[in-house]
């Protein structure tokens, strides 16, 4: 499939690429995985990935086999895994290189190569076609070093292919993004560099059994919360958001499925930090996973799971940069939680408890509505 004749911000056409990851390990109807094949099918052929450890890790790199996979041209994404307190930083590192790779290598062409410099220097790779071009000059670019006897041509043989642009991602789940490698994340954001965050969040640490997170809801029962979490889900994106120069989104596949695509593309081609929320079903929700997509919808219909996209490049054409993608709650937020059994086992070991925490978490509801109300009219927004 020649990627150039897609529309890729049609859910359509970008299931028409191949993905790049395939076969995982991971439990039946696992809600991280759908985003992560996503991601390959987009950009896997140039894609550099720093996987905190977590489940994402284990399906991810369960050696001696992966399932992260090669095209016919045998590109493929270059995956590693890191620790959970560094991988932010871990992923920082690919970024640093490659730019420094990168600069080496255009000093090198300006040097061997003038009369092509700004041509394959100022190359757009924007779209798939421009891409595909760059690849093309890229291998002109070695023939002709390759006929070139000089310490310095070896080194710009080596390089060259840091010349097409690489997509770099930082990835793993709540447990490292909102709690143990939050500190590196945070300073990532603050770098102000070209990199790609998913935080696959599925309210709990997943791999070690269901241990609670700072992104566990209110009410949610978890392991170190068995009497339900009393403290409200920490807000990840309104902490990225203030920054002002990360792009950053909020996304739940199976309530919006062409709101995640874009919302990736848009991630992707920003080219400062970029942060994705993912929302995540998980076998720790306790319902069967054949209907995480309809939770997911009831997710964001009672607003636990508002969609929006923060795009600082919006607040330079002087439009609003928080952009709320979906609309006010509509259903009351027992009809959505009551259908897991993380939340219904509170209101049989403790009703009371149950009761008055779930008033709170729809207190939460209704009071972060409201600010995503007041940062989506455009002054409130730009100045976050
Ligand atoms: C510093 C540290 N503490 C604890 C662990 C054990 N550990 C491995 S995976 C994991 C859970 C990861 O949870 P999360 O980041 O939410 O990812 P998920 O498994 O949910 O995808 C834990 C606690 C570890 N590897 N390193
Ligand atoms: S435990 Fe949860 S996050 Fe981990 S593979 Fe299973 S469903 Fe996915």
Redesign the pocket.
């Known amino acids: 499939m020649d990627p150039s004749k897609l529309k890729l911000n049609s859910v359509k056409d970008s299931q028409l690429l191949q993905p790049l990851f395939e076969f995982s390990g991971a439990c039946a109807g696992c809600g ?1 995985t759908p985003y992560l094949k996503l991601l390959s099918q987009l950009f896997g052929d140039r894609a550099l990935i720093a996987n ?7 399906y991810g790199g369960n050696l001696p086999t992966t399932p992260w996979t090669k095209n016919a041209e045998g590109r493929g994404p270059a995956w590693s895994n890191s ?3 560094d991988n932010a930083e871990f992923g920082l590192g690919f970024r640093l290189t490659l730019d420094k790779q990168t600069e080496y290598a255009a000093e090198l062409v300006h040097r061997l190569a003038p009369d092509i410099a700004d041509q394959i220097l100022g190359a757009d790779q924007s779209t798939p076609t421009g891409i595909f071009d760059q690849r093309q000059r890229v291998v002109l670019l070695k023939d002709r070093m390759a006929t070139v006897e000089s310490p310095q041509a070896r080194d710009l043989l080596s390089l060259a292919d840091v010349l097409v642009k690489r997509s770099v991602w930082i990835v ?6 909102y ?3 939050f500190g590196g994340l945070d300073h990532v954001l603050a770098s102000g560099r070209n990199v790609n965050i998913l935080v ?1 969040d ?1 309210e ?5 059994g269901g ?1 609670m ?1 700072k ?1 566990t809801p209110r009410g949610a029962v978890a392991k170190f919360a068995s009497a339900g979490k009393h403290q409200a889900k920490k807000d990840l994106g309104q902490l990225a958001i203030t920054y002002g120069n990360v792009y950053v989104g909020r996304v739940a596949m199976g309530a919006n499925d062409a709101h995640t695509v874009r919302t990736f593309l848009e991630a992707e081609s920003y080219a400062g930090p970029s942060l994705i929320i993912a929302y ?1 079903p ?1 076998i720790a929700h306790g319902y069967d996973l054949r209907y995480g997509l309809e939770q997911q919808k009831k997710a964001v219909l009672s607003g636990h799971w508002p969609l929006f996209h923060y795009d600082p490049r919006s607040a330079i054409d002087s439009g609003p940069a928080f952009h709320l993608d979906s609309k006010a709650p509509s259903i009351p937020l027992e009809d959505h939680i009551y259908s897991e059994t993380r939340y219904r086992m509170l209101t049989q070991s403790d009703p009371a408890e149950a009761k008055q925490l779930l008033v709170l978490a729809q207190q939460d509801v209704h009071d972060r509505w409201l600010q995503y109300e007041r940062l989506a009219r455009k002054d409130d927004s730009n100045g976050a």
């Open positions: 991280e905190a450890t977590g489940c994402s890790s284990i620790l959970f307190e793993g789940g709540d447990g490292w993004a709690d143990i490698g696959l599925t709990v640490y997943s791999n070690t241990q997170s992104s995540s998980c």
